[in-house]
C-alpha cells in the first residue's frame, strides 16, 4: 500500500511540473534559510562544550559600587584561586588566566608581532580540555619562563610540532623554554590564545592584594558540588580574608562600606554562559549576546511556517483541478482515510525533495554565511550527528504540518456536487486561508519594521557627533617598542608636512584600554560617600587638539606650567554628577600611601571642562571621565592630512624603521570605530537577507492565493467582461480583497514589532526613536508587494477571451 502512495504522489506530481516545481522552490528556499540559521545558532550555543568539564568549571566575576558607580568585572583579586582550593572542600581546582596583550617574539632576526597571548596558572590543562600534543599537561606550566604553543603556532614558528626544550625569546631579553604544544583551540571557546606563558613568570601573580580585580580566575567544582553553595559563600569568605586590608586601605570594614551605599561582590557565571550572556570589564575576549540567538531563532521559525503557509495555498490554488479527481476516486469506492494518507504522500514527497536541494544550497552557501556573519562553521562528522535526523524530522514533520490542510481539505470534497460541476461548496469556509495570508504578510510587516529600525540606529552610530573626530587619525599602536624613544619619534613625525599634530597615550576611545580610580570631592576624610569612580586617563598637552575635542569651560594643558602636574580636566558628565555648577578651581583628592589622612592625599586642580564624547560603545551612558597630565607612550595618535596618504605612510614607516627593527602596527581611528560595531552590522546585513527572503516566499503564497481565486471566478469575470468591465475594473476587484487581508496584517504586525524593536533598541544608552514613517514604510511596502504580486494573476485572468471561460465553465 505504501509503495502504491509513493508511486501515484510521484505520477501526480509529475504531471504537474510547474505546480511542482513552485513548490519544492518555496519549501526549499524556506528549509535553506531556516537551515542556515540552525547553523549559526548551533555555533552560538556550542560555546566552550568542547570542555569534557564544562558543567562543572564556573568564572567568578565581581561587582563594584562606590558611591553611584557601578563597574561589572570579569576579572578577581590575585590570591582568590589558590585561597578557594584551601578553604573549600568541594573546590576540586582553581586557575587564572591573565591577558598578556602583545608580545615579540623573534624568528630569526625579525620579531614578530603577537597578539595572543596569556599568562596561565599550570592547573590550566586540568579545568580545560586543551589536549598536549607534546609535553606533559601537568608540569608544563610550572616552572617560570615556560611557554606552551598551540599546533599552528608551532608549525608557524618551527614546521614542526614537536619543540619541547627548544627556546624562543620573548620581548627581545626573555629567554622561554618551551614545555609543551597543545591542539589549537576551537574557534567556540570565549578565549583564543596562541602563547600560553607560565603564570610563575609573572611576579605580580605572587602578589596578596584583596582588594583589586586583574585575574581571570576560573573554579572547578567535585562532581555534584552546588554551585549556589559556593557562590553564596564567596562574599562572607571575602570579608573575612580581606577585612584587615580594607579597613588599612580605606579605613572601614566591610559592613561600614556597605552601610556607606557602596559595596564589593563576587559571584558564579557558568562557563557555558559567558560567550552569550557575559559582557563585562576584563572579557578574555569579544562576546556576543543571547538576544541574537532569540531573533534568528525566531526568524528561523517565522521562515519556515511562511513555506509552510505557502504549500498550503499553492495545494488550495490547484485544488479545482483535483476536485473531480477526489470525486472519481470516492465514486470508485476509496476511502477519505486513503485519500488523505495519499495527499500526505505527495506533500512528504515534496519535502523530501525541498529537503535534499536545501541542504545543498546551505552547505554551499556556508562559506558566504560565514563571511557575512564572522564565523568558521563547517559540517562536520560532529555535525551530521544532529544534521541527519533533523533532516528525517523535516521530511515528516514539515511533510505533514504543511500537507495536512490541503489533504483534509481536498478529501472532504462531496463526489455528487463535484461530478455536477458545483465546485462553489467545496471552497466554502475561506477563512482559514485569509487567516494564512494576514499571517504571512503580518511576519512580513514585521521583519521590514524591524529591519529599517536596525539601519536606522546602525546609521545612527555611523553619522551621530560623537564629541570626538575619528576622521584623519592615524593610530600607531606599539609605539611602546620604542621605549624611551617614543618621544623623539612622535616629535619628529610631527615635522612630516602631512601631520598636523600628534599625541602620545594609549587612552583613546576607540581603545581597549581603560583605567578607573576612586577619586574624592571633600575633605578632612576620605568618606565613601564624597567619592565618585571615573575612568582616569594619563594624557599629553596635545591629547585634546589631536583628537578635536571641545572644552566647555577652562582650558587645556599647558606645557610651560609646572603647576598642571597636578591638574585634572573633567568631562560634563563628571561635572554634572559632582554637582558643580562651575567646576573650575575645585578640588579633587586622590589617596596615596593607602591611609585616610588629608596628609596622605595628592590635590587635584580641575582646570578645564571637556565637552562629553562618547568614550564607550553607544551600548553605554557617557560616565564621569578625569584626564591628567603624565606621560604615557603606549601609543601614538596622528591627525594627518590624507590628500597624499601614501607618500606620507611611507615616510612615517621610513621613521620607524630608523628607531626599531620590529614592523609597525597601525591603524586608522574610523576603522576601529567601525569595528567595534561590526556585531550590529553583521546582525543587520543578516536581517536584510533573511527578511527578503521571508517576504519572497510569502510572495510564492500570495501568488498561489491569487491563481486560486481567479479560478474560482472565471465565470463572473468572463460575464464582467461581456457586460463592459474594463481590464482595469476587472484587476482591482481581484486586488481589494488581498489588500485588505494585508491592511489586517498591518494592523497587528506593527504594534508587535514597535514593542519588539523598542526592546532591542533599549540595549543602546543613545538610540533613535521609531518615527511614524518607518511604519508607513513597511506598510505601504507590504501592500505595494501583495499588489504587484496579485496583480500578475489578476491581469492574467482579466485579458483572458470571456467566450473561452464561459464555454469551459
Known amino acids: 500500500m505504501f509503495k502504491n502512495y509513493i508511486k501515484t504522489a510521484f505520477r501526480s506530481l509529475l504531471k504537474n511540473k510547474g505546480f511542482t516545481a513552485i513548490n519544492i522552490l518555496g519549501l526549499a528556499l524556506g528549509l535553506c534559510a531556516c537551515l542556515l540559521i540552525v547553523f549559526y545558532v548551533v555555533d552560538e550555543l556550542s560555546y566552550d562544550r568542547y570542555n569534557t568539564k564544562h558543567d562543572r568549571i564556573f568564572r567568578v566575576n565581581s561587582d563594584l559600587k562606590l558611591g553611584e558607580n557601578r563597574k561589572d568585572y570579569a576579572v578577581i583579586m590575585p590570591p582568590l584561586a589558590k585561597t578557594l582550593i584551601a578553604e573549600f572542600p568541594y573546590v576540586e581546582d582553581a586557575v587564572r588566566v591573565k591577558n598578556a596583550y602583545t608580545i615579540h617574539v623573534k624568528k630569526g632576526d625579525v620579531n614578530m608581532v603577537e597578539s595572543k597571548a596569556a599568562f596561565a596558572d599550570p592547573s590550566l590543562f586540568h579545568v580545560f580540555t586543551l589536549p598536549m600534543l607534546t609535553g606533559d599537561a601537568k608540569t608544563a606550566l610550572a616552572e617560570p619562563n615556560s611557554l606552551v604553543l598551540t599546533e599552528s603556532t608551532a608549525v608557524r614558528y618551527f614546521g614542526k610540532t614537536d619543540v619541547v626544550g627548544t627556546t624562543m625569546t620573548l620581548n627581545e631579553n626573555q629567554n622561554f623554554k618551551v614545555t609543551g604544544v597543545i591542539k589549537d583551540l576551537p574557534k567556540t571557546s570565549h578565549f583564543n590564545f596562541d602563547f600560553f606563558l607560565s603564570m610563575a613568570t609573572w611576579e605580580d601573580s605572587r602578589s596578596n592584594a584583596w582588594l583589586r580585580n586583574d585575574y581571570t580566575t576560573y573554579v572547578l567544582l567535585k562532581d555534584k558540588a ?42 558564579l557565571i557558568p562557563l557555558t554562559d559567558i560567550h552569550l550572556k557575559s559582557n563585562r570589564i576584563g572579557e578574555l575576549g569579544a562576546n556576543s549576546t543571547i538576544q541574537y540567538v532569540y531573533i534568528f531563532s525566531a526568524i528561523a521559525i517565522f521562515i519556515l511556517l511562511i513555506a509552510c503557509v505557502n504549500f498550503m495555498n499553492l495545494s488550495t490554488a490547484r485544488s479545482a483541478n483535483r476536485a473531480r ?333 630608523g628607531f626599531s627593527p620590529v614592523q609597525m602596527n597601525y591603524s586608522f581611528m574610523d576603522q576601529d570605530f567601525d569595528a567595534s560595531y561590526r556585531s550590529e552590522q553583521r546582525v543587520g546585513t543578516i536581517f536584510i537577507i533573511f527578511t527578503t527572503l521571508a517576504i519572497i516566499i510569502a510572495c510564492l503564497g500570495l501568488f498561489g492565493l491569487a491563481a486560486y481565486a481567479a479560478e474560482q471566478r472565471t465565470k463572473e469575470i468572463g460575464i464582467r467582461k461581456v457586460l463592459g468591465a474594463s481590464v482595469s475594473a476587472i484587476v482591482g476587484m481581484l486586488s481589494k480583497d488581498f489588500v485588505k487581508l494585508v491592511v489586517i496584517s498591518i494592523v497587528f504586525a506593527v504594534p508587535l514589532a514597535w514593542y519588539c524593536m523598542t526592546l532591542w533598541l533599549q540595549d543602546f544608552a543613545y538610540r533613535v526613536n521609531i518615527q511614524w514613517w518607518v511604519v508607513a514604510v513597511a506598510g505601504l511596502a507590504a501592500i505595494a508587494i501583495a499588489v504587484i504580486t496579485v496583480s500578475f494573476q489578476s491581469v492574467k485572468a482579466a485579458l483572458a477571451n470571456p467566450v473561452k471561460s464561459l464555454k469551459n465553465e
Open 325 to 657: 479527481e477526489v470525486g472519481v476516486r470516492k465514486v470508485l469506492g476509496s476511502s477519505r482515510s486513503f485519500l488523505v494518507a495519499q495527499f500526505l504522500s505527495e506533500s512528504i514527497m515534496v519535502t523530501f525533495f525541498a529537503t535534499i536541494i536545501a541542504l545543498v544550497f546551505a552547505v554551499g552557501l556556508l562559506p558566504q554565511f560565514n563571511q557575512l556573519a564572522g564565523k568558521e562553521m563547517a559540517v562536520t562528522s560532529s555535525t551530521l550527528i544532529w544534521l541527519i535526523p533533523a533532516a528525517v524530522f523535516t521530511v515528516l514533520f514539515v511533510g505533514a504540518l504543511a500537507g495536512s490542510y490541503p489533504a483534509f481539505f481536498l478529501s472532504a470534497f462531496q463526489p455528487i456536487e463535484v461530478l455536477k460541476g458545483k465546485l462553489s461548496a467545496g471552497f466554502k469556509g475561506g477563512g482559514l486561508r485569509s487567516f494564512l495570508v494576514v499571517f504571512q504578510f503580518g511576519i512580513s510587516v514585521f521583519l521590514i519594521m524591524g529591519t529599517l529600525v536596525i539601519k536606522n540606529q546602525l546609521n545612527f552610530i555611523q553619522t551621530t557627533n560623537l564629541g570626538f573626530n575619528r576622521d584623519q587619525v592615524l593610530v600607531i599602536q606599539n609605539a611602546y617598542e620604542l621605549n624611551k624613544e617614543t618621544k623623539t619619534f612622535k616629535n619628529e613625525l610631527t615635522q612630516l608636512p602631512g601631520v598636523t599634530s600628534a599625541t602620545m597615550t594609549d587612552f583613546l576611545p576607540v581603545s581597549v584600554n581603560r583605567r578607573s580610580t576612586s577619586i574624592f570631592f571633600k575633605d578632612a576624610t576620605l568618606d565613601q560617600k564624597n567619592s565618585i569612580f571615573p575612568q582616569s586617563w594619563e594624557v599629553d598637552t596635545e591629547w585634546i587638539p589631536t583628537l578635536d575635542i571641545k572644552m566647555a569651560a577652562g582650558r587645556n594643558f599647558a606645557a610651560d606650567r609646572v603647576s598642571d602636574s597636578s591638574a585634572i580636566i573633567i568631562n560634563e558628565a563628571a561635572a554634572k554628577f559632582l554637582g558643580y555648577k562651575n567646576a573650575l578651581g575645585q578640588t579633587l583628592y586622590k589617596s596615596n600611601g593607602g591611609k585616610t589622612e588629608l596628609s596622605n592625599t595628592v590635590k587635584y586642580e580641575v582646570i578645564g571642562v571637556m565637552k562629553d564624547f562618547h568614550y564607550s560603545s553607544m551600548h553605554e551612558k557617557i560616565e564621569p571621565l578625569i584626564i591628567r597630565l603624565a606621560e604615557n607612550n603606549g601609543s601614538i595618535s596622528l591627525r594627518v592630512n590624507a590628500s597624499n596618504l601614501p607618500a606620507l605612510m611611507s615616510q612615517i614607516k621610513t621613521k620607524w624603521a
Open 226 to 267: 552546588d554551585a549556589k553553595k559556593l557562590s553564596a559563600s564567596l562574599n562572607p569568605f571575602l570579608y573575612k580574608v580581606s577585612g584587615d586590608q580594607m579597613k588599612k586601605e580605606i579605613g572601614m570594614s566591610y559592613n561600614d562600606f556597605e552601610k556607606s551605599g557602596s559595596y564589593f561582590r563576587m559571584d
